[in-house]
């Protein structure tokens, strides 16, 4: 028994240094974190506190989020100044019921994240929930598409949102889709502060 594990678990470390070896370029990534399950933000909030361990500069901007506090929010803003964070600060776009004032949200927005992905001090942005911003057509996908291709060769770029459109898959250096299996919120239970805001 032991043998047979020794061999396995030297033939998966031989797979896994070729595949170190074989990855030989160094800069910074796109990642897109999409799908209709929970954890996305959660992730790329993972990646900000990964980042802010290496001291690193990172910028956060949230579209469609905004009206009510999260625990992402209170922290990176009372405990990490070297965050620079923005929210179009509308809040959901089903609540506002106003296309317009959105759509004007969401290019001050915009506007906002387009000055991260040029500086190139920043080593990673979040864009939270951008790809609402293309499915809505609140801002044009071509001129986003533009920014996030033209970004500094080190800045890494984190997107998360439902779907997001093919173009945008094609762009980013990484896809994962999270699934939805099983909601607690569709059994009735409601939001809980510190998990899921």
Request: charged residues 30%; hydrophobic residues 35%.
């Amino acid at each position: 028994m032991t043998d047979k594990h020794q061999k396995k678990m030297q033939k998966l470390k031989e797979n896994v240094d070729a595949g170190i070896k074989a990855a030989n370029s160094e800069r910074g990534v796109m990642i897109l974190l999409t799908g209709d399950g929970k954890g996305k933000s959660s992730s790329a909030f993972g990646m900000v506190m990964r980042a802010l361990g290496y001291d690193y500069k990172v910028g956060v901007v949230q579209f469609i989020k905004g009206e009510q506090l999260s625990g992402e929010e209170m922290y990176l803003r009372d405990k990490c100044p070297q965050v620079d964070f923005y929210q179009m600060g509308t809040g959901f776009t089903w609540n506002t019921q106003d296309r317009e004032a959105d759509i004007e949200a969401a290019e001050r927005t915009w506007a906002v994240a387009e000055r991260m992905l040029k500086d190139d001090s920043f080593h990673l942005v979040v864009l939270d929930e951008l790809t609402y911003m293309f499915s809505f057509k609140y801002l044009d996908e071509d001129r986003v598409l533009d920014a996030l291709r033209n970004r500094p060769a080190n800045q890494s770029v984190v997107v998360t949102g439902r779907g997001g459109g093919s173009r945008l898959q094609e762009l980013a250096d990484t896809v994962s889709e999270v699934k939805d299996i099983k909601h607690a919120y569709k059994s009735g239970v409601m939001a809980r502060r510190g998990v899921d805001f």
